[in-house]
């Protein structure tokens, strides 16, 4: 896996989207969740980065995929006239949504009780794991005290990923995301205690419930480098074979179900 990178190092960019009228208008807008990257920030919406933000020549340069902008092709193009209606950005992105991702917004980003520190984790590409992405990373203090790093994949019960007569792929990549986080432990800790100043910096709106839970003790968080299973799942669900084989696997503090509404 190549090297571990989140954080915006360059204060001129801080500066510069904390003065920006758009800027502004996204991190008031509760429906994004903006994620910080290696020197730039992702806008999510549904699991789908609608606006990349950039800082180069010392400019802010908004960039989407053609297809959130209503054209063709797979370029990234300027944002444009967008920027001024997100709402229509947002809307653009409808028949693009996929069924987990939305439930993970519904159930777990639009908690604000919960301190999600960030979405849509790719950990890098390896000759022998291939390219990963785990969907969101939770600040949580466990049973001792201890302020953790937590990451969480998550699937809904008709995702084929989690079912099958011998070893589901999810098996595989749950032991990837563990792999990677232990043998990166130290690049991913220092990353997101950069991103937690970068967030505090920015005003985003996930900064109150990170700094009441973190405070200015950053260098206390640790890494738990168990991630969780997610499973969305109707009552009919809960107890048939393919869920029995995933608590055999992760336990059951590992493999959360989160029972549909009838």
């Not at 028949?95 to 917004?105: C, M, Q, T």
């Not at 390219?131 to 998550?154: N, T, W």
């Not at 029995?244 to 059951?252: E, N, P, T, V, Y």
Request: with cysteine; net charge positive.
């Amino acid at each position: 896996m190549s090297e571990f990178k989140r954080g915006i190092t360059k204060p001129n960019f801080i500066a510069e989207l904390n003065g920006n009228k758009y800027w502004q208008q996204m991190v008031n807008d509760q429906d994004l969740f903006i994620a910080i990257r290696n020197n730039y920030l992702n806008v999510y919406y549904y699991g789908q980065s609608i606006c990349k933000v950039e800082f180069v020549n010392n400019e802010i340069k908004w960039t989407s995929h053609p297809k959130y902008l209503g054209q063709s092709g797979k370029k990234p193009m300027n944002t444009g006239d967008y920027l001024e209606k997100i709402e229509e950005l947002k809307l653009n992105t409808e028949k693009y949504r996929s069924e987990e991702k939305e439930k993970v917004k519904e159930n777990f980003l639009n908690d604000k009780r919960l301190c999600i520190l960030d979405v849509e984790i790719t950990f890098g590409t390896e000759v022998d794991a291939g390219r990963r992405s785990i969907d969101f990373l939770a600040i949580e203090k466990d049973s001792i005290g201890k302020i953790r790093l937590v990451f969480y994949e998550a699937k809904c019960y008709n995702n084929k990923e989690i079912r099958s007569r011998t070893n589901p792929r999810v098996f595989e990549q749950i032991e990837k995301y563990e792999k990677a986080l232990r043998s990166h432990r130290h690049e991913i800790l220092n990353s997101y205690r950069l991103v937690y100043e970068n967030i505090k910096e920015l005003n985003l709106n996930n900064k109150k419930n990170l700094v009441q839970f973190i405070g200015s003790e950053s260098e206390r968080l640790e890494i738990d480098d168990e991630p969780r299973l997610i499973i969305f799942v109707d009552e009919s669900q809960i107890d048939n074979t393919h869920i029995q084989k995933l608590k055999a696997r992760f336990g059951d503090s590992r493999t959360i179900l989160k029972i549909s509404a009838a």
